[in-house]
């Protein structure tokens, strides 16, 4: 995703140009550092995943914290690619019902309440605890938790599981054994959904090696490849986004065609 504001001024630009040069600065420089402490850990283990600053420098638990500290940080309502988004995702989903949901990175709930329609349960788990609040008074029918993953995994197994832009906020280590998990967490005939703009904003982690590592685990067998597409000139400068839809045996009907919904903002 994203970068929080849609539209940007100058000012906005620059002092996006020197978040970046200190994410990357920072990422290079705790590289080291992280691997001599990651050496023999489990990198889902709590309390390695809590030293947020190191495995996911400039976007751990306080980063997101900070960013909803106001209501609507990526004035999703009024963006065109979250509309856009949404819109691939439920068609995708359109013709199931699912029967328990984990939506990974909830939000306020902005998806989640599009979900509900189509879920007999739904978990959204964020990061942020003012996200789960607002995520909460939106959709009263979902359960919000507020969680780290993978480390805080749920507990029990989903017969669908979300991942809207929030993947690529894992660094790699954590990316293999955190899409492992996830995958363990799908009941027979489940589906993993992932959906990820593929432009660099600072995050420790791209789009392009999250859907890689999926296509990957559908090459080792370990999951069915149901979608897969990469989709060019879309979101922020039109970076383009990766979509990938894996399952578990009975692998469920997904058609390739979708109905194409009209995006309104
Ligand atoms: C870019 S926003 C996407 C929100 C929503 N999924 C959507 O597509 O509209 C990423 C979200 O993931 C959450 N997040 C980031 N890292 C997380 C983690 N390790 N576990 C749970 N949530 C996380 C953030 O707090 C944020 O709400």
Redesign the pocket.
């Known amino acids: 995703?994203?970068d929080p504001a849609p539209r940007r001024s100058p000012v906005d630009l620059a002092r996006h140009a020197v978040r970046m040069t200190l994410s990357r600065g920072t990422r290079a420089a705790a590289a080291p550092v992280r691997a001599i402490a990651r050496a023999g850990r489990d990198d889902t283990d709590p309390r390695w995943a809590g030293v947020s600053w190191l495995w996911?420098p400039g976007?751990g638990r306080h980063a997101?914290d900070r960013?909803?500290r106001t209501a609507n940080p990526?004035g999703?309502d009024a963006n065109p690619y979250?509309q856009q988004?949404?819109t691939s995702i439920m068609n995708t989903l359109a013709g199931r019902r699912y029967r328990r949901v984990l939506?990974?990175?909830?939000?306020?709930g902005?998806?989640s309440e599009r979900l509900a329609g189509v879920t007999g349960e739904l978990l959204g788990?964020?990061?942020?605890a003012d996200?789960t609040a607002r995520a909460a008074a939106r959709v009263p029918s979902a359960t919000f938790e507020t969680?780290?993953?993978?480390?805080?995994m749920p507990a029990g197994t989903f017969d669908l599981i979300v991942?809207?832009?929030?993947l690529y906020?894992?660094e790699p280590t954590t990316l293999r054994t955190g899409l492992d998990r996830l995958i363990d967490h799908l009941e027979a005939g489940g589906v993993l959904l992932a959906?990820h703009y593929r432009g660099d904003f600072g995050q420790v982690n791209r789009a392009d090696h999250v859907h890689d590592r999926l296509r990957a685990l559908v090459a080792g067998g370990k999951v069915h490849g149901v979608v897969s597409e990469r989709i060019d000139d879309l979101g922020p400068d039109g970076a383009g986004v990766r979509f990938d839809v894996v399952a578990t045996a009975p692998v469920p009907s997904i058609p390739a065609q979708r109905p194409e919904v009209p995006v309104t903002v």
């Open positions: 995703m994203s996911q976007w997101h960013l909803y990526y999703i979250e988004k949404y939506e990974i990175g909830c939000g306020e902005h998806l788990v964020d990061i942020s996200a969680r780290m993953l993978p480390a805080e991942c809207s832009d929030v906020y894992w959906y």
